[in-house]
């Protein structure tokens, strides 16, 4: 796909400061971003863009692309048979591409978590100019050989998504992957609703879940290209982790030449609020060693 499609992004903090970008996981909505995060980034002195991937949220959706049967392109691959999805991981990564063009942001850092940190992969490993970090939370290479996702998790995944949920049908299917997905020391049930609710009204539409699943499930193992990458490269990996075991964050940090691992104990997938800080520290602690832009934070004051 060659056409830029609808973006929506929001941006926080001073445009002429060093810029990270976030990248959702599948389904995520831009509003899913903790606010203590986004705040905690831009208080140490980043500009920060956060964005609806395309077919989530208030961006682009792709209701007109026929969207295949996703059991049969399961069976395909893993008959070794090549798929076809109506869009790619690839093409996702341009988007990105095409929304730093929009903003005039030369150069970012990336920040993906699980769908989105495949993402970022794939434009750090395509646009390395463009790009000072990669910052990866609960992803993976993509290599068939590391451990699967917990069943309770495949079974979310892969069972038919209803189109037409009602909010509080909605709120409770969110909740049960929202327990399965975190450790239960760190649920906190009403916020979650709140969130879920306000997504819900924001841009409910679950078609678009298959569509990102599909792009996902058709890529390809990105292990190859990111032996190649040089650019200062940040794994943060949760040791709960349902849906990328923790072996998906040590291999990736293998396969990177330049990278640091961090494994936190008791996270799952995701970002609760209850590790922001840590995880604000350690972007803070790995930018401030590894870039050459550390200077121009320095003089904004924020430490």
């Known amino acids: 796909m060659n056409k830029m499609p609808l973006i929506c992004y929001e941006s926080y903090g001073d445009a002429t400061h060093p810029c990270i970008i976030l990248i959702s996981g599948i389904g995520s909505q831009l509003i899913h971003w903790p606010e203590k995060f986004i705040q905690g980034l831009t208080e140490k002195g980043f500009y920060v863009v956060a964005f609806d991937n395309r077919d989530t949220g208030l961006s682009a959706h792709y209701d007109h692309l026929v969207t295949p049967n996703l059991t049969e392109v399961i069976n395909a691959r893993q008959q070794g048979n090549s798929f076809q999805p109506p869009y790619t991981l690839e093409d996702m990564a341009v988007d990105v591409i095409g929304l730093m063009e929009q903003l005039q942001i030369e150069q970012a850092h990336l920040l993906g978590i699980s769908m989105g940190g495949m993402i970022a992969q794939l434009v750090a490993v395509e646009y390395p100019d463009r790009i000072l970090s990669l910052i990866c939370i609960a992803t993976t290479s993509g290599d068939p050989g590391l451990p699967p996702a917990q069943p309770e998790v495949l079974n979310y995944l892969l069972s038919p998504k209803r189109q037409a949920e009602d909010l509080e049908s909605y709120i409770s299917d969110k909740i049960h992957l929202y327990k399965i997905y975190n450790h ?78 961090v494994i936190i104990k008791k996270m799952g997938h995701g970002l609760p609020e209850h590790y922001c800080d840590k995880i604000i520290s350690l972007i803070e602690t790995f930018i401030i060693n590894s870039v050459q832009d550390a200077a121009i934070l320095y003089h904004t004051n924020a430490f």
């Open 184 to 261: 239960p020391e760190h649920w906190d049930e009403i916020k979650a609703q709140e969130l879920y609710r306000k997504s819900y009204h924001r841009a409910h539409k679950p078609s678009g879940f298959s569509r990102q699943l599909l792009a996902i499930i058709c890529s390809e193992p990105r292990t190859k290209k990111l032996a190649q990458l040089q650019l200062p490269c940040l794994i943060i990996h949760g040791d709960y982790d349902p849906v990328f075991p923790v072996e998906h964050g040590q291999q990736l940090a293998k396969c990177l030449l330049n990278s640091q691992l």
